[in-house]
């Protein structure tokens, strides 16, 4: 299993303002990824961050918006850019481990307002 | 992967089993069938999966008919704690870049006294 630590677990910030979410495992990780739930709604995925490459972006999402980073086999950070009202979600962190990966583990969120 | 249809709110009295109900009839060969709960406030959690035969664990058993085009997850004893969504996904074994999950909408669970 692996246990996952999102930082910050909320946050209320102003428009036109920048957040950056962390996510830190507390063991070595084969894939890590982004996801975004919006009120009400089910869990879309943002992207995948790649350890030392750039992430790869679903449809619907851009890097200049969510900028990601994944410097190691542990850490990954979202930022959330530009920020208005609609981004207002949840953003969730998920891994797993391969090649056993039988089941994806997934951070308790980041609850972000946008006022 | 293959779109799957679930209901979209289920109740169960406590103490009794909840059986939640899973199509997937457009489901491939070697896709599995995975289930996730998402108690309010928290990251999904796994429960189960399956590819042909019925499985079962310390929290729950999948059923899934012959011709894989539906499946049932089965909490035996719902409780208050198994309030949450349940999300059915069916999907290819997890390999590389055929990693992510696609989440549907789910069944709210709601179990009560």
């Known amino acids: 299993s692996a246990v996952i630590s999102q930082k910050p677990s909320r946050d209320i910030c102003q428009r036109g303002t920048s957040l950056t979410i962390q996510c830190q495992v507390d063991?070595?990780?084969?894939?890590m990824f982004w996801y975004r739930q919006q009120p009400g709604q089910s869990l879309t995925l943002i992207a995948t961050?790649?350890?030392?490459?750039?992430?790869?972006?679903e449809s619907g999402f851009v890097i200049d918006k969510f900028p990601i980073s994944r410097p190691n086999l542990t850490f990954s950070t979202l930022t959330v850019s530009n920020m208005s009202p609609e981004d207002s979600s949840i953003y969730l962190c998920?891994?797993?481990?391969?090649?056993?990966?039988?089941?994806?583990?997934f951070g308790q969120g980041t609850r972000l307002t946008v006022v | 992967d293959a779109k799957t249809t679930q209901p979209p709110s289920m109740d169960c009295a406590e103490g009794r089993a909840a059986n939640l109900p899973c199509n997937h009839s457009t489901i491939s060969g070697n896709e599995y069938v995975y289930w996730y709960r998402q108690i309010h406030s928290q990251g999904p959690q796994y429960i189960i999966h399956?590819?042909?035969n019925n499985e079962t664990n310390e929290m729950a058993s999948l059923i899934i008919t012959e011709d894989r085009k539906s499946s049932t997850l089965i909490l035996p004893h719902a409780t208050l704690r198994d309030t949450a969504v349940y999300y059915c996904?069916?999907?290819?074994?997890?390999?590389?870049?055929?990693?992510?999950?696609?989440f549907g909408t789910g069944t709210r669970l709601q179990v009560t006294l």
């Open positions: 063991s070595q990780v084969t894939m």
């Open positions: 961050a790649n350890q030392g490459s750039e992430a790869t972006y």
């Open positions: 998920s891994v797993l481990i391969l090649p056993r990966g039988t089941e994806a583990f």
């Open positions: 399956g590819l042909k």
């Open positions: 996904i069916v999907r290819v074994p997890i390999t590389g870049t055929a990693s992510k999950l696609t």
